[in-house]
């Protein structure tokens, strides 16, 4: 690589702050990483973008410099990020039939486009995600597929890669997805070495954890599984079977398991996989107990089940988690 990898952050007035500035920071970071460990190699070059160079204002009211507008960038960028936005300016921006036009033009040509939570919307609308797969924040989901039937919605995805095109979930998860294309660019190592600066999983446990198992449990208020949730709460440490949920919510183990998948979007084992999962993860960060003890305390038959579930989840186990962390 004889150059740095040009990203261009394709800002807008009324962006989410976080969904341009978070991933700006973990491309930051690898450059400060890669300074240390190999200050020969190039790293990344960001270049921000709007409709005219100069300062913009994010949803907050902070206002952000743009270097060019969109039309005038000189260079093909590698990697085009679209941020999202909250609705007001997400549907001013769809409807600029500028910018829609240049990222319907150019979005093809880089070697990656990539949205961060709402993007996955302004993608869309410039035809860009027909017959991919892609998420978006998940309150916008059902938006994203009654607007746009072409794309394949995934529900539970911290972020998607279909192709050269990559989505992710709300707001923070556009940090996963930037870390994710610095293990792509730069291999796993340094991604770990990014991670550990910025204390983030290099894997996020779960899928759009974003909303953790207790936020779940607490949307679902009111329905058949409420009580069942709200025991599940009070009792982390349960190691209670899909059999014995189904008993105590008295319904057939098949009947309990259709209402669960649609009351809170998992089914029972994956549900208590990750309010295990969860439980676990905050012993290892809070406490010194062996992995026995944390296996036990947080529901798991067995420090091994433990292990296999953080690497299915995680990508690490949970004694290189604790290392880590």
Not at 160 to 183: F, Y
Not at 193 to 222: D, N
Not at 293 to 300: H, T
């Given at each position: 690589?004889?150059?740095?990898?040009?990203?261009?952050?394709?800002?807008?007035?009324?962006?989410?702050?976080?969904?341009?500035?978070?991933?700006?920071?973990?491309?930051?970071?690898?450059?400060?990483?890669?300074?240390?460990?190999?200050?020969?190699?190039?790293?990344?070059?960001?270049?921000?973008?709007?409709?005219?160079?100069?300062?913009?204002?994010?949803?907050?009211?902070?206002?952000?410099?743009?270097?060019?507008?969109?039309?005038?960038?000189?260079?093909?960028?590698?990697?085009?990020?679209?941020?999202?936005?909250?609705?007001?300016?997400?549907?001013?921006?769809?409807?600029?039939?500028?910018?829609?036009?240049?990222?319907?033009?150019?979005?093809?040509?880089?070697?990656?486009?990539?949205?961060?939570?709402?993007?996955?919307?302004?993608?869309?609308?410039?035809?860009?995600?027909?017959?991919?797969?892609?998420?978006?924040?998940?309150?916008?989901?059902?938006?994203?597929?009654?607007?746009?039937?072409?794309?394949?919605?995934?529900?539970?995805?911290?972020?998607?890669?279909?192709?050269?095109?990559?989505?992710?979930?709300?707001?923070?998860?556009?940090?996963?997805?930037?870390?994710?294309?610095?293990?792509?660019?730069?291999?796993?190592?340094?991604?770990?070495?990014?991670?550990?600066?910025?204390?983030?999983?290099?894997?996020?446990?779960?899928?759009?954890?974003?909303?953790?198992?207790?936020?779940?449990?607490?949307?679902?208020?009111?329905?058949?599984?409420?009580?069942?949730?709200?025991?599940?709460?009070?009792?982390?440490?349960?190691?209670?079977?899909?059999?014995?949920?189904?008993?105590?919510?008295?319904?057939?183990?098949?009947?309990?398991?259709?209402?669960?998948l649609r009351e809170t979007g998992k089914t029972p084992a994956r549900y208590l996989d990750q309010l295990r999962l969860e439980r676990s993860v905050a012993l290892l960060e809070e406490t010194t107990l062996p992995l026995e003890r944390v296996a036990r305390d947080s529901g798991f038959t067995s420090?091994?089940?433990?292990?296999?579930?953080?690497?299915?989840?995680?990508?690490v186990t949970p004694l290189a988690y604790r290392t880590r962390f």
């Amino acid at each position: 690589m004889d150059a740095p990898i040009t990203i261009a952050v394709a800002g807008y007035e009324g962006a989410e702050l976080l969904d341009v500035t978070g991933p700006i920071e973990v491309f930051n970071m690898l450059n400060r990483c890669l300074g240390e460990m190999e200050p020969q190699r190039p790293g990344y070059r960001v270049v921000i973008l709007a409709d005219k160079a100069g300062p913009f204002s994010t949803c907050p009211g902070v206002r952000i410099v743009a270097d060019h507008a969109w039309q005038d960038i000189a260079e093909r960028a590698d990697t085009i990020l679209v941020p999202g936005s909250p609705d007001d300016a997400l549907d001013k921006v769809m409807k600029d039939e500028g910018f829609i036009s240049w990222l319907a033009m150019e979005g093809p040509r880089a070697r990656r486009l990539v949205s961060v939570c709402t993007g996955a919307l302004i993608l869309a609308e410039a035809g860009l995600l027909k017959g991919k797969r892609a998420t978006t924040h998940w309150m916008d989901l059902e938006r994203l597929r009654r607007d746009y039937p072409e794309v394949l919605v995934e529900n539970d995805a911290i972020y998607t890669r279909d192709g050269s095109v990559a989505t992710s979930a709300g707001v923070t998860a556009g940090m996963d997805l930037a870390l994710a294309l610095v293990e792509e660019d730069f291999g796993r190592k340094t991604a770990l070495a990014v991670a550990r600066r910025l204390v983030m999983f290099l894997k996020r446990p779960g899928g759009q954890a974003q909303f953790s198992t207790q936020l779940r449990a607490q949307m679902v208020e009111g329905g058949q599984m409420a009580p069942l949730l709200a025991w599940l709460r009070e009792n982390p440490c349960s190691k209670a079977t899909v059999e014995d949920l189904a008993q105590r919510a008295a319904m057939s183990p098949r009947n309990f398991a259709r209402v669960f998948l649609r009351e809170t979007g998992k089914t029972p084992a994956r549900y208590l996989d990750q309010l295990r999962l969860e439980r676990s993860v905050a012993l290892l960060e809070e406490t010194t107990l062996p992995l026995e003890r944390v296996a036990r305390d947080s529901g798991f038959t067995s420090a091994e089940q433990m292990r296999r579930t953080f690497i299915r989840d995680i990508g690490v186990t949970p004694l290189a988690y604790r290392t880590r962390f």
